[in-house]
């Protein structure tokens, strides 16, 4: 009760601070490459629960994309607002909406598209029991995930065998040893990784 209730004013407050910069964010994005400000794509939340994932869109429009498809380490695609979107992480500011509305919190598993959850499914479970998060260990941990991806000579079996298998042992861990201590270690910690990395 307490997470969600942190959850909730933190991302009242954080979208009533941070507007003017999500709609400069959104011109921005607007004008510097054709297409839509935001993507919204299905992930699977807690309790295995599909749900719009929202963010500003950070590469060119590819049909099918909102549905799932996999296209990491593909940079030819990226624009260089999108970069920038990426490389600071501003491209997730949308996602306090998710959390408002209570599809997400602040800290917690990075949610999934439907086709990596059906991957280690024992594993999987254990994840969905609690809602997903904008940020969590295994997204500082796998900060470089896109420069790991593009140097693979098959990004999909380096994704499924080695990175995958890494998030799902760290959000496990997380989910054994959550508190709201916990969180607030894991909000400053991606705010540092940011900023300096």
Same mark, same amino acid.
């Given at each position: 009760m307490l997470k969600r209730i942190f959850d909730f004013f933190s991302s009242f407050v954080g979208i009533l601070i941070l507007f003017p910069l999500l709609i400069l964010l959104v011109l921005i994005n607007k004008v510097a490459s054709n297409g839509p400000a935001f993507f919204v794509q299905t992930r699977v939340g807690r309790k295995g629960k599909p749900f719009k994932v929202i963010k500003l869109r950070t590469m060119t429009v590819m049909k099918d994309a909102s549905k799932g498809s996999f296209d990491a380490?593909?940079?030819?695609?990226?624009?260089?607002?999108?970069?920038?979107?990426? #490389?600071? #992480?501003?491209?997730? &500011?949308?996602?306090?909406?998710?959390?408002? #509305?209570?599809?997400?919190? &602040?800290?917690?598993?990075?949610?999934?598209?439907?086709?990596?959850?059906?991957?280690?499914?024992? #594993?999987?479970?254990?994840?969905?029991?609690?809602?997903?998060?904008?940020?969590?260990?295994?997204?500082?941990?796998?900060?470089?995930?896109?420069e790991i991806l593009a140097a693979s000579a098959n990004p999909h079996e380096t994704y499924k065998n080695e990175i995958l298998p890494r998030k799902l042992a760290l959000n496990i861990e997380y989910v054994n040893n959550q508190s709201f201590l916990e969180d607030i270690k894991i909000v400053f910690k991606t705010i540092f990784t940011v900023i300096v990395k």
């Amino acid at each position: 009760m307490l997470k969600r209730i942190f959850d909730f004013f933190s991302s009242f407050v954080g979208i009533l601070i941070l507007f003017p910069l999500l709609i400069l964010l959104v011109l921005i994005n607007k004008v510097a490459s054709n297409g839509p400000a935001f993507f919204v794509q299905t992930r699977v939340g807690r309790k295995g629960k599909p749900f719009k994932v929202i963010k500003l869109r950070t590469m060119t429009v590819m049909k099918d994309a909102s549905k799932g498809s996999f296209d990491a380490g593909d940079r030819s695609r990226i624009p260089p607002v999108g970069r920038f979107l990426r #490389k600071t #992480k501003l491209d997730e &500011l949308p996602q306090l909406f998710n959390v408002l #509305k209570g599809d997400m919190s &602040l800290v917690g598993p990075r949610p999934e598209v439907e086709q990596w959850t059906r991957v280690y499914p024992e #594993k999987w479970a254990i994840v969905h029991s609690v809602r997903p998060g904008i940020t969590d260990y295994a997204s500082i941990h796998f900060r470089n995930e896109e420069e790991i991806l593009a140097a693979s000579a098959n990004p999909h079996e380096t994704y499924k065998n080695e990175i995958l298998p890494r998030k799902l042992a760290l959000n496990i861990e997380y989910v054994n040893n959550q508190s709201f201590l916990e969180d607030i270690k894991i909000v400053f910690k991606t705010i540092f990784t940011v900023i300096v990395k």
